[in-house]
């Protein structure tokens, strides 16, 4: 089966910094790649997907790209607020096989005020 | 409000005592889903539905199962409970279709098993 992997299991940064977390993935099958975001005590919440066939997706501060040859992906958030602080779990599926999902996992990030 | 519920969410139960976790979706989605997280461990998919009466395993599916009767509801059923299984549970659904995988989660059940 698939095997995902997530660097670095947590991260501080300063408020208006920019945080990267990577997850690598096995399965070249693999063809969706979502990232959730899950603050303390609360469920786990997509912030942004990127599908096998784009090289990058952003949306206002939080982009990921997505190198399919070396099977890694990546979020990017840049202008870190402190509100960003939470676990971010990156995942990978086959839509094509099952829609079985995978989870790295989770880097706990800290944006220091 | 469009959501998923679980209950109960919060259990505290004995070895070998059966026990149902119900998941319930208002928003006609295909695709349901359990998963179990542990610290350090990250999310781990137990089982998975495609659609009604269509289950597969996903990755830790051992002393559990699951059933989907109906499109809304799928209960998670552990039938001889053991200390291992202590842990925070999530369902989940989806649409499932070609435009849109996201998953939208459930509050979680806090189940342990003494």
């Known amino acids: 089966g698939e095997n995902v992997e997530q660097h670095p299991s947590t991260l501080s940064v300063q408020e208006g910094d920019s945080a990267v977390i990577k997850c690598t993935y096995s399965d070249s099958a693999s063809n969706y790649f979502p990232w959730y975001k899950q603050e303390l005590g609360k469920r786990p919440q997509l912030i942004i997907d990127?599908?096998?066939?784009?090289g990058e997706k952003k949306d206002q501060r939080i982009a990921v790209t997505l190198n399919k040859t070396a099977k890694h992906f990546s979020l990017h958030i840049t202008e870190t607020q402190p509100e960003d602080s939470a676990v971010y779990f990156c995942a990978a599926s086959s839509t094509n096989t099952g829609n079985q999902f995978y989870f790295g996992t989770g880097t706990s990030l800290t944006v220091i005020p | 409000e469009a959501q998923v519920t679980q209950n109960p969410r919060y259990l505290i139960t004995v070895t070998g005592k059966k026990l149902t976790v119900t998941c319930s979706q208002n928003?006609?989605?295909?695709?349901m889903s359990w998963y179990r997280q542990d610290p350090g461990l990250g999310l781990r998919q137990i089982y998975y539905?495609?659609?009604?009466?269509?289950?597969d395993k996903g990755d830790v599916p051992e002393g559990y199962k699951v059933s989907r009767k109906e499109k809304r509801n799928f209960p998670l059923i552990l039938e001889s409970p053991s200390p291992n299984q202590t842990s925070l549970y999530f369902c989940?659904?989806?649409?499932?279709?070609?435009?849109?995988?996201?998953?939208?989660f459930g509050p979680g059940t806090r189940l342990t098993v003494t």
């Open positions: 989940a659904s989806s649409p499932g279709t070609g435009f849109s995988y996201e998953q939208y």
């Open positions: 928003m006609n989605h295909e695709y």
């Open positions: 539905s495609m659609n009604v009466e269509v289950t």
């Open positions: 990127i599908r096998s066939n784009v």
